[in-house]
T-cell receptor
């Protein structure tokens, strides 16, 4: 079974631009979460989507948005890029939420390394 | 509030045993998970403790004590390839379960 894929793997943008990142989950996984990772800050949760609906949201400004399509693929968008947005953006997929929390295990993609100049 | 605390760095030698602690200040969670991330790589799932006690998976074991708000990851017979960052995370109860993450522990295994 193919893993989580993310495109592009690397991206260089300038301040003020916008960017769209894409994530394809593991087949059968319908929950997709997005994280921002910077050195020393661990994994900062952005948002989670399930069945095309945002299920959870982290503490990021409105410049960060996402969506999920009917095939469970997800995109996140960052508008008006700032230097501080330079980070590794990770997508993780998991099984549909159910009564067993042990199935919340997340499977991560390789990430998109965004550099804002 | 809700937070998880882990040591930022741990150093050990090959063949040794190391314990990475995770203490939390959050109530109402289902279980504690551990993930491993090598430099330049993606986090990968290691273990999940839904109940108090020890879970063993090969050289790695994980422990949870809800009464002590504490868990740990134990790595035995350390190998150079175990050099990585290790993250603990709790499944937070709520209308929608979500994972709350620690900041990670960077483990360096030296020869």
């Amino acid at each position: 079974k193919a893993g989580v894929t993310q495109t592009p793997r690397y991206l260089i943008k300038t301040r003020g631009q916008q960017v769209t990142l894409s994530c394809s989950p593991i087949s059968g996984h319908r929950s997709v979460s997005w994280y921002q990772q910077t050195p020393g800050q661990g994994l900062q949760f952005l948002f989670e989507y399930f069945s095309e609906t945002q299920r959870n949201k982290g503490n990021f400004p409105g410049r960060f948005s996402g969506r999920q399509f009917s095939n469970s693929r997800s995109e996140m968008n960052v508008s008006t890029l700032e230097l501080g947005d330079s980070a590794l953006y990770l997508c993780a997929s998991s099984l549909p939420p159910n009564r067993d929390p042990s199935t919340d295990t997340q499977y991560f993609g390789p990430g998109t390394r965004l550099t804002v100049l | 509030g809700q937070s998880l605390e882990q040591p930022s760095e741990v150093t050990a030698v090959e063949g040794a045993i190391v314990q990475i602690n995770c203490t939390y200040q959050t109530s109402g969670f289902y279980g504690l998970s551990w993930y491993q991330q090598h430099d330049g790589g993606a986090p990968t799932f290691l273990s999940y403790n839904g109940l108090d006690g020890l879970e063993e998976t090969g050289r790695f074991s994980s422990f949870l004590s809800r009464s002590d708000s504490y868990g740990y990851l134990l790595l035995q017979e350390l190998q150079m390839k175990d050099s990585a960052s290790y993250f603990c995370a709790v499944n937070k109860r709520g209308n929608n379960r979500k994972l709350i993450w620690g900041l990670g522990t960077s483990l360096a295994v030296n020869p």
